[in-house]
């Protein structure tokens, strides 16, 4: 059974920083492109971030803006995305996901596999 768990989520104060997890099982992640997405309420899922099998290619949402880091450490079948001076606007839901497939890495239904999300609020 694959399992995606992120954690790490919570309220951190504008400015500061956060770092999400995303501990994979049932899988192993070197065979997928891993990312990042985050939902908003009434919004639809957008991309943060996300990163291609090695860890050499990384990709960004256009509002991250140099704010926000994804790695991945194959060994440890895990995700990270360090967030730092999160906005206000940043708030939403995270879901971490993992694709196989060889499409644009932006697109939700491009993902076999997404965790249950963590809940990111940034507020003073």
């Known amino acids: 059974q694959v399992q995606l768990v992120e954690s790490g989520g919570g309220l951190v104060q504008p400015g500061g920083s956060l770092r999400l997890s995303c501990a994979v099982s049932?899988?192993?992640?070197?065979?997928?492109?891993m990312s990042w997405f985050r939902q908003a309420p009434g919004k639809e899922r957008e991309f943060v971030a996300g990163?291609?099998?090695?860890?050499?290619?990384?990709y960004y949402g256009d509002f991250v803006e140099g704010r926000f880091t994804i790695s991945r450490d194959n060994a440890k079948n895990l995700v990270l995305l360090q967030m730092n001076s999160p906005k206000p606007e940043d708030t939403a839901v995270y879901y971490c996901?993992?694709?196989?497939?060889?499409?644009?890495?932006?697109?939700?239904?491009?993902?076999?596999?997404w965790g249950q999300g963590t809940q990111v609020t940034v507020s003073s």
């Open positions: 996901g993992a694709t196989s497939g060889y499409g644009y890495i932006k697109t939700p239904s491009e993902y076999n596999y």
């Open positions: 990163v291609e099998w090695s860890g050499t290619y990384k």
């Open positions: 049932g899988l192993t992640i070197k065979s997928y492109r």
